[in-house]
């Protein structure tokens, strides 16, 4: 008599990161059918993952499509917005194009078993390189770095061909992020922030203390304004992910010790 289909759930996380037909042939064990153990997979991995790849190119299209629209040239209007809100905007669009992209290489690799082994020894090496991710990250801040520059800043909202460059440095910036990103643990994603937050805490403490408006396309007062903002994000992140990271580490470090009663590992043993 064949098991309930959920019952292979335990066993494909055991096993997830294997291609469609390695994961259909280890849950057929638990008393599947063929048929069975292939419709379980796509509808409880394969449909899951193309929904949210879907969604995060939805989004990031009606984004795109919105800092590019009358609403973007609004943003630009101030500095503070156009910092702050429209230039975060296309790095989000770049993240979340970058995230789709990464979705349908794996689900398109799962389907195929030598797409599957070459992509998997293809991360391999990346995760192995913990240099591949500091690249990545690097060069997003990088070009984030260049075209805040005052110069290229002043350049680019006055210059067309600027302001499209400077626009797709951004969405190429926020997919080298997600990139960078899918290398390092979750602790050290945590840490990144923080010294994204720290990072924009000091630009906005230079942009309050200098005497000079660097960014003549603009009132000066507006300098201190965007100053000001930055600030308030770095206390945002701060107050936000700090909690977040003393609770996920301390937890961490007593969870061994005090196992909860409440929720109790599951061992899977098959027939």
């Not at 230079?206 to 206390?235: C, I």
Request: charged share 10%.
């Amino acid at each position: 008599m064949n098991r309930p289909v959920d019952q292979g759930e335990p066993s494909l996380k055991l096993s997830r990161h294997g291609s469609a037909s390695d994961v259909v042939h280890r849950i057929i064990p638990l008393g599947l059918t063929l048929g069975e153990a292939r419709a379980w997979y796509v509808n409880r991995v394969l449909l899951p993952r193309l929904r949210w790849a879907l969604w995060a190119l939805i989004a990031a299209t009606i984004i795109s499509l919105s800092v590019l629209s009358a609403l973007g040239q609004s943003l630009e209007q101030s500095l503070t917005t156009h910092m702050v809100v429209y230039d975060s905007s296309f790095l989000v669009a770049g993240f979340l194009f970058a995230y789709a992209g990464n979705s349908f290489l794996e689900l398109s690799s799962r389907l195929s078993d030598p797409l599957w082994r070459t992509r998997h020894l293809m991360s391999r090496s990346q995760l192995g390189a913990r240099g591949f991710s500091i690249l990545a990250l690097g060069c997003a801040a990088f070009l984030l770095g260049y075209w805040y520059l005052p110069v290229q800043f002043n350049a680019a909202a006055a210059n067309v061909s600027s302001d499209t460059g400077m626009h797709l440095s951004f969405l190429f910036a926020g997919g080298l992020t997600f990139v960078g990103a899918s290398c390092l643990s979750g602790r050290v994603k945590l840490i990144a922030l923080v010294v994204v937050g720290k990072g924009l805490g000091l630009y906005g403490m230079f942009l309050l203390l200098t005497n000079q408006t660097l960014y003549s396309v603009y009132p000066g007062y507006e300098q201190v304004e965007t100053g000001a903002a930055l600030l308030f994000l770095m206390l945002i992140l701060d107050f936000t992910i700090m909690p977040f990271w003393l609770y996920k580490y301390f937890g961490n470090v007593t969870g061994p010790t005090f196992p909860s009663p409440i929720r109790p590992r599951l061992k899977v043993h098959p027939d």
